[in-house]
C-alpha cells in the first residue's frame, strides 16, 4: 500500500441535498485542515448523489478545498435519447475527478453485468475521470469459499479490453455485498486475501506495471475504529466508505488511519 498513495472515497449513495452537500464538505475540510496531520498523503474523495455536484464544485473551486469528488454512476452512452442518464461529458464538466462504476446495490437492484460496468468504465475514461471499479462476493459466495474466483470473474469482465495504462490508472473497489451496510466488517486479512488476489490477476493479464499502479481499496463497514488494520495490509490502497462517509468527524478520522 506504501507505493501508491492511498486513496479514501466516500459514498454518500441517496443521502443529502446540495445544502446539505455543502454542509458535510465544508465540516470536512475544517476536519481536513487540522495542521496536525499530514492529510496531504491521501487522497480525499467524496461521491454524492448527481444533484449536489454542482454544489460542491462551486465550493470545492471557490475555496481551493483538498477535496476531490465524482459521481456514483455514468450512463454508458455518449449522448441522445436516454431518459434519465447522465453522461460521462457531463460529469467530467462539473469537475468530477472520479465516477463509480458496478456498485454492488446498482448489480443488485439495477441488474448492471460485467459487460455493463466495462462499457460505464470505458466512458469515465473517455472523459479523462477515474473509475472506480466495484466487485465483491455477496454472502452465499463466500460460505461457500470461492470468493476469490467469484471476484475475479468480475474483475476480467469489468476490465476486459481496456488497455495496461489505463489498468494502472485505475481504482478496484472490493466490496463484499454481506459487509456493505450490514455492519459486518472483512477482518484484514479476508480483504488482504482478495484484493491481493485482485493485483495478481491484473498482474498475470495487463502486465507489471499496471499492477503496480492499480489501487485496490476495500469497502464494507469502514470506521474510523477499524481502519488502521484495513489498511494495515500491503495490497488495500485505500477504502470506499458508504455509512460513515456522512459524518465529518467519522470520515476525517479514516482519512487519518495511519
Ligand atoms: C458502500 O456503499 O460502498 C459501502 C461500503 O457502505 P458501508 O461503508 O456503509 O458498508
Not at 485542515?33 to 496531504?40: C, E, G, P, V
Amino acid at each position: 500500500a506504501t507505493l501508491r498513495t492511498p486513496l479514501m472515497a466516500g459514498n454518500w449513495k441517496m443521502h443529502l441535498n446540495h445544502q446539505e452537500a455543502v454542509v458535510l464538505v465544508q465540516k470536512l475540510a475544517w476536519t481536513l485542515s487540522d495542521k496536525r496531520h499530514d492529510f496531504a498523503k491521501v487522497e480525499v474523495v467524496v461521491v454524492p448523489p448527481f444533484t449536489d455536484l454542482r454544489s460542491v464544485q462551486t465550493l470545492v473551486e471557490g475555496d481551493r478545498l483538498a477535496v476531490r469528488y465524482g459521481a456514483q454512476d455514468v450512463s454508458a452512452h455518449d449522448s441522445g435519447a436516454w431518459t434519465g442518464e447522465v453522461s460521462a461529458g457531463m460529469l467530467a464538466k462539473l469537475g468530477c475527478s472520479y465516477v463509480v462504476v458496478g456498485h454492488s446495490e446498482r448489480r443488485q437492484h439495477h441488474h448492471e453485468d460485467d459487460a455493463l460496468v466495462n462499457a460505464k468504465a470505458r466512458q469515465a475514461l473517455g472523459a479523462g475521470m477515474t473509475p472506480i471499479v466495484c466487485v465483491g462476493e455477496g454472502l452465499e459466495v463466500r460460505q461457500a469459499g470461492e470468493q476469490v474466483p467469484f471476484t475475479l470473474a468480475q474483475v476480467d469482465g469489468s476490465l476486459a479490453g481496456l488497455t495496461a495504462e489505463q489498468v494502472a490508472g485505475l481504482v478496484v473497489a472490493y466490496e463484499p455485498v454481506w459487509a456493505i451496510g450490514t455492519g459486518e466488517v472483512a477482518t484484514p486479512d479476508d480483504a488482504q486475501e482478495v484484493c491481493a488476489a485482485i493485483r495478481a490477476r491484473v498482474r498475470e493479464v495487463h502486465g507489471d506495471a499496471a499492477a503496480e499502479g492499480l489501487r485496490v481499496l476495500y469497502g464494507g463497514s469502514v470506521k474510523a475504529a477499524n481502519v488502521a488494520g484495513i489498511m494495515e495490509k500491503p495490497d488495500v490502497d485505500g477504502c470506499l466508505v458508504g455509512g460513515a462517509s456522512l459524518q465529518a468527524e467519522e470520515f476525517g478520522g479514516i482519512c487519518r488511519f495511519y
